[in-house]
């Protein structure tokens, strides 16, 4: 390649014409850029077909194999965990103390953990995020990360929160993989920094979704689903806030209606 066309092809992968990622210097993660299309496929066969950038699927469900496949397709791909509730199907289900485990979080087979029990609880989820890592997933989705705004069973608190967020974000970098703030409104200010993007469901039907914006503002995604409200209802504000959003059915299977 001539050398004029070669700068002009770093200058275009500098300034970035795409909402896909960036990585800053010296740091090889990767990180959504806000406006970024996606798809959150949870239960059954993984469709790798679907022309978006970035697949969020089950950690355990899913294979290193799938992961390779999606990364053939030139995909980025997230690793859903659960690292805030406790589910009674999961390999690994029996290595969690009673003591830890609480009361229900409305889905079947689920229950609260005791977020201040980092002692026991640090292994376990460094384990969950190594087998990320092995299979290759490129950033992690820990889910039930507002314990402290529910009935768990435990008397935690916001500062509880915040201290288990941060060592489950401080976890996944140190294995080079970013991380989403899952839901967890209220201390999006304190835990921005922390992390490289957020994911959210239901903030149209709430009313909620400018609590967003500080992701938004740091160039970092919202990766954002409703429920039970058409495109109709949501999507205009989404364009204007830069969210990633799409309509999805609870049991987040193959169909999307994104924005």
């Not at 001539?2 to 500098?14: D, F, G, I, N, Y």
């Not at 409305?106 to 292994?123: H, K, M, N, Q, S």
């Not at 060592?167 to 201390?187: C, P, S, T, Y």
Request: contains cysteine.
């Amino acid at each position: 390649m001539k050398r004029p066309l070669l700068l002009a092809a770093l200058l275009l992968l500098v300034t970035g014409c795409s909402t896909t990622s960036d990585a800053r210097p010296g740091d090889s993660r990767w990180r959504p850029r806000p406006g970024i299309a996606w798809q959150w496929q949870l239960t059954g066969r993984v469709d790798t077909s679907v022309d978006v950038p970035v697949y969020d699927i089950d950690g355990f469900d899913q294979t290193e194999a799938v992961v390779s496949a999606l990364h053939d397709k030139g995909r980025k791909v997230i690793c859903y965990l659960s690292t805030g509730a406790w589910e009674d199907w999961r390999p690994d289900a029996d290595r969690f103390p009673k003591s830890v485990i609480g009361r229900g979080n409305g889905w079947e087979g689920e229950r609260w953990l005791d977020i201040r029990a980092t002692d026991v609880l640090e292994p376990l989820m460094a384990d969950r995020l190594d087998m990320c890592r092995e299979k290759g997933f490129d950033a992690v989705e820990p889910d039930n990360m507002d314990g402290y705004r529910n009935r768990t069973g435990f008397r935690l608190t916001a500062a509880d929160q915040l201290r288990y967020n941060r060592l489950i974000a401080k976890l996944a970098h140190e294995r080079g993989m970013a991380v989403g703030l899952k839901n967890d409104l209220d201390q999006i200010p304190q835990l921005v920094g922390d992390f490289d993007f957020a994911v959210n469901e239901q903030c149209a039907q709430y009313d909620e979704c400018a609590d967003t914006e500080p992701f938004i503002k740091a160039d970092k995604a919202v990766l954002h689903v409703e429920y039970e409200l058409p495109t109709s209802r949501f999507c205009a504000e989404s364009r204007r806030l830069k969210l990633s959003s799409m309509l999805k059915k609870y049991e987040l299977g193959v169909w999307r209606e994104a924005c």
